[in-house]
């Protein structure tokens, strides 16, 4: 096929996803500089469509890029009034008191969110600062310049073929260059994952690790909601099968956020973390919170766990990694978008500078170094050993000495060094005929549900017409190697029943649905051979969370 050929339009910096890192980049651009050319581009329908996380935000990262946010009405609405930490067994719970808690645990003055809306508020800021933000844009490709930087990404191709050529409605899409630019595309972004290949930028540093978090909003019983209540729990149902835990996080309007992590480390491929979040609900804690409401909505999205030690080089010839591009998520707080706001900032600082100065298209120096020994440094460093703990030894060993190692570095002292993550979270899933297979209780469709019933409820759409944006490296692995040797555990790991197995012996065939798909990436994470790759579809395409 003929090379394709697009408009291109200039930037002074592009940025790809607006999620918290890439809006406050921009933001602070445009603070640092008006007449700096600031452009947004993000693959949901609208911004905060794709946004999914807890959430309790610290508001550190808002605090530094607008002060003044809560009289320009930030949807903060809910300040954490009261922390709860239980460790769960099948038919009760035991209270961990909360002054055995390191105080960086402590959630007073955080705020119960929905990181969608206080997205959506960030761009209505940037919008009035003069930037330019296109939802509905996928970035497909890079743009690589003529010393081999990136200056630019392709956006906003449609009409594709099933097979991948251009089709009778066919829109190219177009080029838009910059001085620099911005990946804030999430966790396991598509663009990014080929940035640090290309430039190796995680050859010094440890393997990055991840959980799958799934996330329900339901409507309860107003005589059980206590608005500004946070509580975490760990044990049951997972224990020894997997690490993780839950969080249930009261908001306003008598709604609830009901949420479930599991490590994407687990050894046994009969694993079902789908099935794990669904049992949790009938805890007699929880099933007696949720009696006689309502799910309302339903999405899933994988998180960085790597921390500290896991943190890529963060610049790149022509541009930086943003937020959990690179992952900065606090594994024991489950915080990040405070560190993905001021990688934001810190970016943008960078940019401005170099932009200031004449120059383009080269290393941001300075933004790697803010990163590492600033408050993101700070905040990862003191719980950097928290999950390789957990991961090798278990959830006591990680609560016990992990805690412990939390407290000292609290004040400054690190007995344990850093630690190491080991193996990937695709290698650490072991053949089937190591593990018992695990037995789950059928839905009821009150308290738990079907997995395409769920989906439902996370509003995703995708044009049927195009190319899957879930590609096989090699066709063939999934029947004849994943599943023989591991009980093919694509059609368990994915939170939106996206694979399956159909038919019988010669006749067994691998499906992928991927209209169901919520952009979660734990294909692309937990496959064992890494044989999926996870692309964009294009643009506006995907989940449409409301209040995620």
């Known amino acids: 096929m003929a090379e394709i050929e697009r408009e291109a339009m200039e930037y ?38 794709h946004i999914l996380s807890g959430a309790v935000l610290d508001p550190v990262g808002l605090n530094k890029l607008i002060p003044d946010w809560k009289e320009k009405g930030a949807p903060l609405n809910v300040p954490v009034k009261e922390d709860n930490f239980y460790m769960l067994g099948e038919a009760g719970q035991l209270r961990i008191p909360n002054i055995m808690m390191p105080p960086l645990m402590n959630n007073h003055g955080n705020y119960i969110v929905s990181m969608g809306n206080v997205c959506r508020w960030m761009a209505e800021q940037a919008e009035g600062m003069g930037v330019e933000i296109f939802p509905g844009m996928s970035c497909s490709e ?52 080929q940035v640090i290949a290309k430039y190796s930028l995680d050859s010094r540093s440890d393997v990055q690790k991840y959980g799958l978090g ?20 760990m044990g ?6 997997a690490g993780g835990g839950s969080f249930i996080y009261h ?18 491929p009969h694993l079902f973390p789908y099935m794990e979040f669904q049992r949790f609900k009938h805890h007699p804690m929880v099933a007696d919170l949720l009696k006689g409401g309502k799910r309302v909505a339903y999405g899933a999205r994988a998180i960085s766990e790597g921390g500290f030690q896991s943190l890529p080089q963060l610049e790149f010839p022509g541009g930086a990694l943003l937020g959990c591009a690179a992952g900065m998520v606090n594994v024991p707080r489950i915080k990040g978008n405070h560190n993905a706001m001021l990688s934001g900032i810190a970016a943008a600082e960078a940019a401005a500078k170099a932009i200031g100065e004449g120059r383009s298209g080269d290393m941001l120096d300075g933004y790697d170094d803010a990163v590492r020994k600033g408050e993101i440094g700070r905040d990862l460093s003191k719980v950097r050993n928290v999950k390789p703990l957990w991961s090798k030894y278990g959830l006591l ?77 090699d066709p063939s692995e999934p029947v004849n190697e994943n599943l023989p040797k591991y009980a093919g555990p694509a059609a368990r790991y994915c939170p939106a029943g996206v694979y399956e197995f159909v038919g019988t012996g010669d ?20 496959d064992p051979n890494q044989n999926i790759n996870w692309t964009v579809p294009q643009g506006g395409d995907g989940p449409n969370y409301p209040n995620m």
């Open 214 to 233: 799934m996330k329900e909003i339901w409507e309860i019983d107003p005589a059980k909601h206590k608005e500004g209540t946070v509580t975490h729990t």
């Open 251 to 268: 908001l306003d309007n008598n709604q609830v956020y009901v949420g479930f992590v599991v490590h994407l480390n687990y050894k046994n």
């Open 12 to 49: 002074d910096v592009v940025i790809v996803g607006a999620g918290p890192a890439g809006l406050s980049a921009a933001i602070r651009l445009k603070q640092l500089d008006a007449d700096l050319n600031v452009v947004v581009l993000e693959k949901g329908s609208e911004v905060g469509a």
């Open 397 to 473: 060993a990680s609560l016990g000495i992990g805690g412990a190692d939390m407290w000292m570095n609290t004040f400054g002292i690190g007995v344990l060094g850093t630690l190491s993550h080991g193996k990937t979270d695709a290698a650490a899933t072991e053949a089937a005929s190591k593990h018992k297979e695990i037995h789950y209780p059928k839905p009821d469709g009150v308290l738990s549900f079907d997995r395409l019933t769920n989906v439902s409820f996370s509003f995703t759409n995708h044009e049927e017409s195009q190319p899957a944006h879930l590609q096989l490296r």
């Open 507 to 526: 006749d067994t065939k691998f499906q992928i649905n991927f209209q169901n798909c919520v952009h979660c990436k734990t294909c692309d994470i937990k």
């Open 142 to 193: 890079l743009v690589y310049g003529d010393n081999g930087e990136v200056k630019g990404v392709v956006a906003g191709e449609f009409g594709k073929n099933p097979d991948g050529t251009p089709g009778p409605s066919y829109e190219p899409g177009m080029e838009l260059h910059g001085k620099y630019v911005f990946l804030s595309e999430g966790v396991r972004g598509s663009l990014s994952k």
């Open 236 to 241: 049951w149902p997972l224990e020894g099968n």
